[in-house]
């Protein structure tokens, strides 16, 4: 049997624009337009020889850090965009959620989009209309379906987006990380369902930072490392590769991490992981760990935010927090260089590797998203008195909990 995907030596090239004075005014862009100066420029493969098959029923999981090729290999799957070399054979009808609202009309209400994105599948109005009452089931939108889409949350969107791409029954359904702008229960509610259309046959291409989400789902994965497939096998053997990647790069780093020095656009400059108020890429069970994310931006922040997830080994988060939800470190005036700092007085995380996405933005815009950037241990602590609990069962540590006995 003919796989449902070939892609054959794949490859997608960009072409990159450097500014050769820094930054320019408007009258500056103006004089050198007269002067027919041009910027210099130079080529980047964000993908170089890709090749690889899929079987009919296969769940592939695509994974690799920022950068990658990972994103940009979807789009190319989808068509979204050409590849520069090789090509894809396709033999199944695909549907893809890469982007909140990718396939959808903002004036349209959630009604005529449900209607109008599955007509983009190739699919006929009475197989939608069979459809229907599970997609609005399923998404939760049953209150707003005749309110126009631009209304809708980024949340609401994407529960209506994948909605329409599940249950419409595409052959092939390719996602993308986009699943984590959903809460918890949403996003369990989707991994339920993308197993049971891999149980029902179908095929499925799947991009996730969360490494638990992508062994369950998937039984074979994919590495990518800047634009190469580097390693292609059985989903267990692939995210233990990614992860001996992560901490051949990071172990390194000793608390104190530089990024972005020369390039404006970037905000994060530094990153410092400190326990006990020393510089430290290893922690303790109890100490008092402290992240401090140095920015500097080309405008004026009025709200800016830091946000924190730190993952397990497995990429499973455990403490997701950002400084909108709690008091402190709040600019009193409009601020473009600085430092943001979270302090936990008292860490919970039981010993083991944890990995850390940060999120640094202005008011509810994100400017830069780094993840699996930088990775610490958490040792044991000396606990006098009792054991500690097995953290087989346990994924936070408490050290003081109260107990009483009593005969009545």
Known sequence: MKPILEIQNISKKFRISHQTNGYLSLRDRMMNALKFEKNSTEDFWALKDISFEVQAGESIGIIGRNGAGKSTLLKILSKITPPTTGKIISRGRMASLLEVGTGFHPELTGRENIFFNGSLLGMKRKEIENKFDEIVDFSGTEKFLDTPLKHYSSGMQLRLAFAVAAFLEPEILIIDEVLAVGDAEFQKKCLGKMEDVSKSGRTILFVSHNMAAVQSLCTKSILLKNGKLQFINSSDEVIQAYFNQIEGNLKKHNGVLVFNQNIKAKPIKKIEILCDGRNSNTAYMGCQLEIRVHFKTTTNLDAPVLGIILKDSQGV????????????????????????????????????????????????????????????????????????????????FIKEIEWTLGSK
């Open 317 to 396: 988060p455990m403490i997701g927090v950002n400084n909108k939800h709690y008091a402190g470190n709040i600019a009193e005036h409009p601020i473009s260089e600085g430092c943001i700092s979270m302090s936990i007085p008292y860490l919970t995380l039981f010993e083991g590797v944890y990995h850390a996405d940060i999120h640094f933005g202005n008011g509810y815009s994100d400017f830069e998203i780094l993840q699996d950037c930088f990775e610490f241990t958490v040792e044991p602590m000396k606990f006098a008195s009792g054991e500690i609990p097995d953290k087989r069962f346990n994924k936070l």
